[in-house]
């Protein structure tokens, strides 16, 4: 907080200062950039902070991952609480501690303190995700963990360099307890040369503006971004708004979605996210710690705000309160490598709440993360190397008010997340990729309609020992539509064994799955939720999604009730039959919500007939089953009926 | 008759015509309203003006901005995307990431190519280059007829590992050439023979939809300057630093994107080598946006990573341009947080700046100028008169009272932060790549450069800028003074430690072979062709390359790895000397010199001019009396020390106090910062 008693800085040298923090953070970005190990930090999965002397934070990249807002001042401060008072120029700390307000262990933070002369004026914090942490699977993602220990190294707050030297017995442990030490060292000091680089920028500051200066505009760019978020805040109505979003199940216990409930409330120029009612813990990685449940709620909220600058000013004007132990409040030893789950829950749920505040800016649910990692032995080479392999595909944006959502679009957990080359992959890893391409109607229908997913299809070459683990969710709480618009598609993932002809559905969740030579894998990704009633949809658009190939002819008809007609296909003609598109429509009507209320175990028996496939069961039945039995999960649907009659049937005509 | 040179950069508002006398080196300009709609006519209207005889031309090189425009504007004909089955979409997913990290009412543009229009045929190469699958010449055959029938006027070829194996895509091509002789196809293993194939697809894909476009306009040009009585090849300046003829646009139209932009960088590395400072920095400032270049020991800096739209990388080496939002109509606000401000936003040039009097009621730098002194009242040679009582009046409303400061507090609070914001963008392309600007010399230009420029370079501890004879058409000097130049490259993956030198330099042999025959092509000697290698590196493991110069003959790995430590340590400030290199990709920049005029030199007689007039101006909270200079009448050895403002045409220079200015023999002012 500023000193009440000192003059503000005069505008310009506050504004120079508010600009030279950012664009010190920025220079740090760039440098771990161009010199990262990690392809998971190449890809974008990571984030540069400068703090004051306490570890609020002072500004964050401009192109930083979300995911990592708002949790790298807890991790500033866990440094603090552990070294203070033994601090030393040239010091570099690391931390990748969830328990103590970071993401989860992937995310390793080096922390260096910068002094002048001898006082401590604030910090560096560069933070990647490092490609494997050690644990029980490569990539360090073990659904299957019911605690920390399985999962990988925990990093409390330790010294990695002493006074500008490296200390290669501590990294040397902690490279040692991965699958790619020789990795992990180039990251330490790929990410230490940054930390370094805003150090450098933070002593021109002082040579140039003064100690005292600098200082001082370290509190006032927190001040400022809290008198705007404070402002805009005031400015918005009094109220309280409240939703529910699900993880799929919690693997050691019985069928029924696990909901995270949120009220909102806002008063004066304060906002409170209360989480009460929400599901305790469950037996697998999908809990977030408090942490990563602050970040959701900040990542989802600056969402609405894009244009305000993050520090912890932003992070002053939110309260959250949760009960102990639940998904989104886990404590020590609790498994939380899946905390992306809860996550993207509660920022889709933040979307729907403000986006009935402020519904120029309304947008449906988003696809769900996924993400596959594989490993084994490389049999292509003589050296039969050991191969990792790790990969998130990008998905379809919820529909939004008057513009359809954004196709192909990495999860919202990280927009700036660059999805991978195949060309890479299979130079890389023994796989070879048969399709990398649109998923034709994975887009939820809507006035506006969801954005598309993508499907990837690949094949495993020469290897052993292989096994592959899968981490998504959203198999059965499916993406949702809003405003009357409908679900998307449930996500999942099939294989077909070498010398099979079928394949076999394993769902959105597992672990150590053992892979052979040949087996071939297939991963569809959804679209967004629609927004609006799908009725309502020009028919013209419609048709333009069937030339481009986005919807078919046949969905157009059911989700739609739009009758297209091919009249010559090479040169993209297709019509719409004007009249057949009224009767169809007309018909929709008056039957829709007899199907969204149709008993569930008559759809199940139509599902396991092959009369209807899984995009009517959800879009038409609101109806979730076990996708390869056919099988009813009945608490599952009730679930879902409720949230499909609040979102779509209630906003039907 | 002497001979002449003719160089011409379009723009937005103006065509700039640079012509110069052979023998004498002199330079005379021309300036003419640009014909968006067809740039050409703009062009052949100031060369009537200029009464130019286009037979007594021996060069006539031109910086065009028609690819440029193009995609942005997407003005563009039907083109067709053939891909591998099951990649139809590689330039649609992108990296799926985006712009604007929070806007999620900001999308980034579809491709160029719609998904209609983007067929797929049957085959496969693998990444080793064994072809999987031969490409299936009945689906390849009926693919080239539906494009006939849908008319397409470009297709490009896009396969899958094609960067190691290019025999399916060039089958390909042979099928649409059977089935359409006429139109062109660009097949993306020879346009961008790279690995990852959104980047290659991209480049492709950008190539051949300007491709019908810049043809079309380069060869209509071409005839017309033939008619007038030119008889050598019209020469048009790419993103890369140098120009190709009308035949390498056919097959590398995308390299013209950008153009443009490329053609300020090049004349600030000219000035900047001509004055002695191989370390220049382009300072090209205009009303709505400044672009800052870098070059360092006589080179500008090369990027890879750059896009005309966002998602769409064009791959073809590019002289790096950082463009920020900030120029003489950017406007100052007072945010919600209470911050001052200083753009992106901008009045533009209608309404443009409160004191041109169309109505902006906004305070812009300009308007700060005019309130300060440093811009006078009478610009163009008289042809525009600012109002000082609209500046005022907008100063202290959106500045002085929402801040409670002094009108003139205000007026110079708006331009110190301009002038920071503007310090910050040099600073990342300088200090955050390696380089300490106080080795560097500021290059002034463009309408707004010289007002801001030394106190830019103060701020950034630059000791001189340079601001050359006219500011606000030295891009079209950057056109006149370049080589023809082309990039070849091809993969070259291996471990540093496994490298035979021998393979390193067969390869680099061979894709210099592509490179004398292009330059053949283009009609350049043997004598006048230079071929400079450069590899990219890594340390093993990282997933970025950096490139180090290679010598002619490649004898030994361990001196390419050395080279690469050092890179490393300059441009990121540590060396993992024990650490493994891997080698990535092999280059070469093929140029052909073009024989270069002398810019005209004068001897410099030391003198001390005497002000024209002198007025009020304003710097550090205190009202100056400052000398007030035309500068045609400033000769070579004229020396003054600030406070001073230099006026001219197309620009005004200012000169803060203490700091010494001075004539050199080739007219350029040269400001020293330190006094």
Known sequence: ?653 | MTKTRVAVDVGGTFTDICIMDEETGAIRIEKTASTPDDPMRAIMNGIGQADVDLSGVSMFSHGTTVATNALITRNLPRAAMVCTEGFRDVVEIRRANKEDLWDTYKDVAKPYIPRRDRLTVRERVDAEGRVLEELDEAGARRVAQVLKKRGVASIAVCFMNSYVNADNEKRMRDILKEEMPDIPVSISAEIMPEIFEHERFSTTMANAVVSPVVVDYVSRLSDKLADGGYARELLLLHTGGGVMTPHAVRDFAARLAGSGIAAGAIASRFIGNLCGFPNSIGFDMGGTSTDVSVCYQGEPRITKDWYIEYGYPIRFPSIEVLTIGAGGGSLAWKDEGGSLRNGPQSAGADPGPACYKNGNEVATNTDANVVLGRLGTSLAGGQITLDPELAEAAVRRTVAEPFDMELHEAAEAITRVANANMANAVRLLSISRGYDPRDFALCAFGGAGALHGAHVARELSIPTVIVPPNPGVTSALGCLLVDIQHDFSDSFMSAASATDPAALEAAFARIEDDARSQLDREGVAPEDMLLQRSIEMMYQGQWRSLAVDAPSKITSIEELTDAFHEAHEREYNFARRDAPVSLFRVAVKATGIVPKAELPRVEATPNEPEPGQRRQVWFDGEAHDAAIFERDQLTAGAHFTGPAIVEQVDSTIVVPPGMRAEVDSYMNILIHTKG
């Not at chain 1, 600058?309 to 309160?321: A, K």
């Open chain 1, 1 to 653: 907080m500023t000193d009440m008693t000192r003059d503000p800085l005069d505008p310009v040298t506050f504004e120079v200062l508010k600009n030279s923090f950012i664009t010190a953070v920025d220079q740090m970005s760039e440098q771990m950039l161009r010199t990262c190990y990690s392809f998971v930090i190449y890809n974008r999965d990571f984030s540069n902070g400068l703090h004051d002397a306490q570890g609020n934070s002072v500004a964050q990249g401009n192109q930083d991952i979300a995911v990592h807002v708002g949790t790298l001042h807890f991790t500033c401060k866990d440094v603090i609480r552990v070294f203070e008072g033994e601090m030393m120029p040239g010091d570099v700390y690391a931390i990748n501690d969830p328990y103590a307000g970071g993401t989860h262990f992937s995310d390793v933070r080096l922390v260096r303190p910068i002094f002048d002369d001898d006082k401590l004026l604030g910090f560096s914090q560069s933070n990647g995700h490092w490609s494997d942490l050690g644990g029980s699977v490569p990539g360090s993602f073990d659904v299957s963990a019911r605690d920390m220990f399985r999962e990988a190294v925990r990093i409390t707050p330790v010294r990695l360099f002493r006074e500008g030297e490296f200390c290669h017995d501590v990294a040397g442990m902690i490279a040692a307890n991965t699958r790619d030490p020789a990795s992990i060292i180039g990251d330490i000091h790929s990410q230490a040369s940054a930390t370094h680089v805003a150090e450098r920028e933070v002593l021109r500051l002082v040579a140039k503006y003064g100690r005292d200066a600098v200082l001082q505009g370290m509190d006032e760019v927190q001040d400022y971004v809290e008198r705007a978020v404070r402002q805009r805040i005031s400015a918005l109505p009094d109220g309280t708004w409240e939703t529910v979003d699900y993880i799929d199940r919690d693997p050691g216990a019985g069928e029924g979605m696990i909901p995270i409930r949120i009220k909102m409330t806002i008063k004066g120029d304060r906002i409170l996210y209360d989480f009460s009612g929400s599901h305790p813990t469950i037996s697998s990685i999908y809990n977030s710690a408090e942490g990563a449940t602050f970040s959701a709620v900040v990542a989802g909220m600056k969402t609405f705000f894009p244009d305000l600058p993050l520090n912890s000013g932003f992070y002053r004007v939110i309260d959250i309160e949760a009960d102990e132990g639940t998904v989104v409040s886990a404590e020590w030893p609790i498994a939380v490598t899946g905390f992306l789950m809860p996550f993207e829950k509660i920022m889709n749920a933040i979307f729907e709440m403000w986006s009935k505040i402020m519904p120029e800016r309304a947008i449906a649910c988003a696809f769900n993360l996924e993400y596959l990692l594989a490993g084994g032995t490389d049999l292509r080479s003589p050296e039969k190397p050991m191969f990792m392999f790790y990969e998130w595909l990008p998905g379809g944006w919820g529909g939004r008010n008057g513009k359809d959502g954004s196709d192909v679009t990495t999860a919202c957990f990280g927009t700036g997340l660059m999805s991978q080359p195949n060309e890479g992959n299979e130079r890389v890893n023994p796989t070879r990729t048969s399709e990398f391409q649109i998923l034709r109607d994975s887009a939820g229908p809507g006035k506006w309609r969801g954005g598309c997913g993508v499907q990837k299809t690949s094949v495993l070459l020469e290897s052993e020992n292989a096994v592959m683990s899968y981490i998504c969710d959203r198999e059965r709480a499916v993406v949702w539509g809003v405003e009357g618009g409908l679900p998307s598609m449930p996500h999942g993932l099939s294989i077909r064994h070498e010398g099979e002809s079928e394949a076999k559905w394993l769902g959105s969740v597992f672990s150590d799955y053992p892979v052979q030579t040949g087996d071939e894998f297939a991963r569809p990704t959804a679209g967004g939720g629609g927004f609006g009633d799908p009725l309502e949809r020009d028919p013209e658009q419609v048709r333009e999604d069937v030339i481009d190939d986005y919807v078919s002819i046949e969905r157009a008809a059911r989700d739609y009730g739009v009758v297209v007609r091919e009249i010559d296909a090479d040169l993209c003609e297709y019509e719409i039959d004007r009249d057949a598109t009224d009767k169809l429509r007309a018909e929709i009507r008056a039957e829709r919500l007899n199907w969204a209320r149709m008993p569930p175990e008559e759809v199940a028996e139509l599902y396991r007939k092959g009369e209807i496939d899984a995009l009517d069961a959800v879009r038409r039945y609101a109806v979730i089953l076990d996708w390869d039995s056919g099988e009813l999960l009945e608490k599952t649907t009730a679930q879902f009926r409720e949230s499909f009659e609040t979102r779509s049937v209630a906003h039907w005509s």
